[in-house]
């Protein structure tokens, strides 16, 4: 039971590492760019709900209504003034212009909110869980968790597979230089998709917030969950992320499971050693689209 | 009326100069072919008219108004769509989304996806398919109705008879007057002379990045738009190309 009760963990924490891998997965479907500061805006959005809870004095889930837009708004005011500039088929000034956004990101919120670990509180509901049965028990944030991620996703997945805007961004990843013959403006397609990745990606970093504790240095951890998310389910796939996180939350936990029953490994182990098994067996991913 | 205007145009790629002070005028409602040789300029001349490659020198009047500053994708909505060479349908697009995309940035006008499947019948069965799963025939109509959706006024339609079976490219060009009849000027590149003179009005030849000839192809003498097709002596060319 206690192997059945991690893999439930594992499910759990897979709707976080989902949720991580989202914006990572859009950005890099649409624009083929790789955003080494993911993981810190994770945690610039957890300080910025830090500072929207204190001053406004509001739950962290409300937190969300101001932290979003104010982060949407930033990635596409960075796309459009800084990582378009960044855009060709090199990848590397977009690699290197990231790893220094990164690295800005931690000085500036250790210069605001100092190098003390914070965490977001939204009161009982983070130590109660629904007990299933004498062995397992589901927290309630874990459960909100995989929900959001689930609804993030799928809702995603409608975008672009039933809006004009999801054509667009189809149509602009397949081709640019063609979908400008369009009339489509893949500059600006590039700023919508990098807010909404700015906009998933703070969610998923309140959640973190609540989830646990939380530091200024802690977002290249977070990016490499994301990645490991990511290249595990398919870069560019929406429902590939899904399962990507999903795996990664079982590999730890079941990992972890095994470190208990018989002193060996890790989760984060078995976690990284199911990440070098699918690159080095599938490197598109499990649901990846076939390199073109 | 002169719908495009083009004077003094060069242009090219890096170091290398693909077109050396081009002039040529298009009016409205005409079917202009140009034609030439392997690396004579005729593509780039499309794509620098459709603001895929930037004007080094020279202007373009589309409708009196010089475009050689404006981008690409706002080309579309002031009437000018290009057919690519090679297609270039999205692959991860079924087919009626190929259509519809083509009308992102549409003017108003008679072409919507009715119309346009009324011209290309053969691609009404097709509609949801994938559009990489096409014939090169499919993939061609599919590609000229995607930029008809946008309503053009000059539709650029870059060697629509490349790599397809002869029955396809004679199917396809007879959709042309169509084309014409909807309000669209069209301006053409092809290598194959007999297609081009067929349903041209006037013809353009281009040699080596210049204008070696223009005509009416009823008074160009076959011999002469061949000598202009090789850069041989006037009067030289007694065998043609195409």
């Known amino acids: 039971m206690e192997w059945l009760n991690a893999v439930v963990q594992g499910i759990m924490l897979g709707g976080l590492f989902a949720l991580f891998a989202t914006g990572l997965s859009l950005a890099f479907g649409v624009m083929r760019f790789v955003n080494l500061a993911h993981g810190d805006l994770a945690i610039l959005g957890a300080f910025v709900a830090v500072s929207v809870t204190s001053a406004l004095g509001l739950n962290p889930f409300v937190s969300l209504v101001v932290v979003v837009p104010v982060m949407l708004a930033a990635g596409y005011a960075l796309q459009l003034g800084a990582f378009n500039f960044t855009i060709s088929a090199d990848p590397l000034p977009s690699i290197l212009v990231t790893f220094g956004l990164g690295v800005v990101i931690q000085n500036v919120l250790l210069e605001t909110y100092s190098a003390d670990s914070r965490g977001l509180d939204v009161g009982s509901i983070e130590i109660e869980s629904i007990r299933i049965n004498d062995a397992i028990a589901v927290g309630w944030i874990p459960l909100i968790t995989l929900v959001v991620a689930v609804a993030v996703l799928g809702t995603l997945q409608l975008i672009l597979s039933r809006t004009a805007l999801g054509r667009a961004f189809r149509a602009v990843s397949d081709d640019p230089a063609t979908a400008r013959l369009m009339g489509i403006n893949d500059r600006n397609l590039y700023a919508v998709a990098m807010g909404i990745a700015f906009a998933t990606v703070a969610i998923a970093g309140v959640f973190l917030g609540i989830r646990q504790s939380f530091g200024p240095l802690d977002g290249p951890a977070q990016l490499l969950y994301a990645f490991e998310a990511v290249v595990i389910g398919g870069l560019g796939s929406v429902w590939g992320t899904l399962v990507g996180g999903l795996l990664l939350g079982v590999a730890h936990t079941v990992g972890g499971q095994f470190e208990v029953a018989y002193g060996l490994g890790s989760g984060p182990l078995v976690g990284h050693l199911m990440f070098l098994v699918v690159l080095a067996t599938k490197p598109t991913g499990l649901l990846g689209r076939r390199a073109e | 009326m002169t719908l495009l205007e083009v004077r003094g145009l060069d242009a090219g790629y890096g170091d290398f100069q693909a077109l050396f002070g081009i002039d040529v005028d298009v009016s409205e409602g005409e079917t202009l072919a140009m034609i030439g040789a392997n690396g004579a300029g005729k593509t780039t001349f499309l794509r620098v008219l459709a603001g895929q490659v930037p004007t080094r020198a020279g ?26 060479e090679g297609r270039m349908l999205f692959g991860s697009l079924t087919v009626r989304e190929n259509l519809i995309i083509g009308a992102h940035a549409a003017r108003p006008g008679r072409w919507n996806l009715d119309s346009v499947l009324d011209v290309f019948p053969l691609i009404r069965p097709l509609m949801d398919r994938p559009s990489h799963v096409l014939s090169g025939g499919e993939q061609q109509a599919v590609a000229i109705g995607r930029a008809l959706m946008s309503n053009p006024r000059l539709i650029l339609l870059d060697e629509v ?3 397809l079976a002869p029955v396809v490219v004679k199917s396809l060009y007879e959709a042309l007057p169509a084309l014409s009849e909807g309000g669209a000027t069209v301006l053409l590149v092809e290598q194959d002379i007999g297609q081009a003179l067929a349903v041209a009005s006037r013809v353009v030849c281009l040699l080596e990045g210049r204008v070696s000839l223009e005509g009416r192809p009823g008074e160009l003498a076959r011999s002469d738009i061949t000598a202009a097709y090789f850069g041989l002596p006037a009067g030289a060319g007694s065998e043609g190309p195409g």
Not at chain 2, 62 to 69: H, S
């Open chain 2, 161 to 163: 008879s490349l790599g």
């Open chain 2, 59 to 84: 202007s373009i009047l589309f409708d009196g108004t010089d475009i050689a500053g404006v981008k690409a994708h706002r080309r579309v909505g002031l009437g000018i769509a290009l057919v690519p």
